[in-house]
C-alpha cells in the first residue's frame, strides 16, 4: 500500500512539473498491472529455478573479479 501511494506521489509529480500528461500516467498504470497480471502466474510455476539459474550465472561471470578483490559479492 505504502508503494502505491508513492507511485501516485511520483506520477502526480510528473504532470505537476509538465513532463508526463494525466493519461500518460494512467497507462503506464494499466501497462504495469497488466505486466503483473500476466507474469505472476509464471513467475509461480518457474521463479524459482529461474532465480537459481541467474544466481549459478553470477556465481561464475563474477567469481574471478570477486576473487581479486575488484568486486565485493
Known sequence: ???LAVDIAIAWARVFVGV???FDM???AMIAWLTYVLSAPLWRL???VFSQALIAVY???FAGPIGRGWLRP
Open 1 to 3: 500500500m505504502l508503494a
Open 20 to 22: 508526463h500528461f494525466p
Open 26 to 28: 494512467a497507462g503506464a
Open 46 to 48: 518457474g521463479g524459482d
Open 59 to 61: 556465481r561464475k561471470v
